[in-house]
């Protein structure tokens, strides 16, 4: 997955603020602002309305990067952002158990 921090669509990219959030909401389930929170649930009209001049003009690239770079389970729905800290609980639970093998 390539960082936020690198992206660029269009040539733009993404204001580093938006980036560090959506690096920490991938990574560890870091609770973002109003903004960036309606963009991972795919509320348009919401996100819109809370974003900056400079939210508002990398918004086609913040949604670009959620497409190609981000997991599918961590955006899309309410449901699925509601989900993603379990999610990555669960994952690093699986990794820390014993293993079967040894």
């Known amino acids: 997955m ?3 921090h690198a992206f660029i669509f269009r040539g733009v990219t993404i204001p580093l603020n938006v980036a ?3 690096k920490h909401w991938i990574e560890n389930g870091r609770p973002t602002g109003d903004f960036l929170r309606a963009v991972l649930e ?3 009209k919401n996100a819109i309305w809370r974003a900056d001049a400079n939210s508002l003009e990398a918004l086609p ?3 670009s990067y959620l497409h ?3 997991p599918s389970l961590c955006h899309g729905s309410l449901a699925r952002v509601t989900e993603w800290p379990d ?3 669960a994952m690093k639970t ?3 158990a014993p293993s079967d093998a040894l």
């Open 61 to 63: 690239t913040i949604v």
């Open 20 to 22: 560090d959030s959506l």
């Open 68 to 70: 190609w770079e981000a």
């Open 2 to 4: 390539k960082s936020p």
């Open 42 to 44: 795919n509320d348009l």
């Open 94 to 96: 699986a990794d820390a």
């Open 87 to 89: 999610v990555l609980e």
